[in-house]
């Protein structure tokens, strides 16, 4: 099938980001998968066993509206995660998922919030990422995996697969990709400071971003204050 101008750009912005991700750690060996909806419904991820550092964009595998792969090389085994996002979180057109090191980390500790996986450390954690659940471990590529993410209902756009690692939906591949880096480097803020008492954004402080950058109500607890 012949990729629209629009498609190919997106092919070539797939692999871009890849490299960047994969270029500074962020997802090693043949870790991690990104997808992108298209405008007919359907949409591009990359390939099974690829590398985010070396990704060809003419592999890229093209699936319909339904996910029945139309060309390119056989999809990534985590596809399921990818369509239940996009099934629950209406504005999503871009996923992002990735074996960051200080997230998988956070990911195994047995005091984690399920609601809640990461404090209100900074402003642009909540602003990008928003609030985190925690998904129970699957085996990956499991379908399963999906049923776990609809049981969330939309309310997430980044989830933290269990003793695996985070997932982000974001409105482009640009809002996704800043959203993972985000949710990373509060993960790895958030194990330097374990035990050493750090100061959270207040609940008001919360509020208040809530109102200025139309954020999602936050459950984050009100012990702060």
């Known amino acids: ?20 991700l994969f270029n500074r750690g962020l997802t090693p060996g043949s870790s991690g998968n990104i997808s992108v909806r298209l405008d007919d419904g359907g949409w591009l991820v990359t390939p099974t066993n690829a590398s985010l550092g070396f990704l060809d ?4 595998s093209r699936l319909d509206a339904k996910g029945n792969l139309l060309a390119g090389d056989k999809p990534t085994k985590e596809a399921p995660l990818h369509a239940a996002l996009y099934d629950t979180v209406r504005h999503s057109r871009a996923v992002v998922h990735l074996h960051s090191t200080h997230s998988v ?10 609601t809640a996986v990461l404090p209100p450390l900074t402003p642009y954690y909540l602003m990008r990422a928003g609030r985190t659940a925690l998904v129970p471990y699957f085996r990956p590529g499991d379908p399963a995996v999906a049923d776990a993410i609809k049981g969330l209902a939309g309310k997430y756009t980044s989830v933290l697969l269990a ?40 609940p008001s402080q919360v509020d208040d971003l809530a109102r200025h950058f139309d954020l999602p109500a936050s459950p984050h607890s ?3 204050e």
């Open 1 to 20: 099938m012949v990729a629209s101008f629009n498609e190919t750009r997106i092919r070539e912005q797939i692999v871009r980001y890849g490299a960047s």
């Open 57 to 60: 964009p003419a592999s890229l």
């Open 105 to 114: 980390a956070l990911s195994m500790l047995p005091d984690v919030d399920p």
């Open 163 to 202: 003793n695996h690692g985070p997932v982000v939906a974001g409105k482009d591949l640009e809002a996704a990709v800043y959203a993972i880096e985000e949710m990373e480097e509060t993960a790895k803020l958030h194990l330097l400071l374990r035990n050493l008492n750090p100061r959270h954004l207040s």
């Open 222 to 224: 009100h012990d702060d």
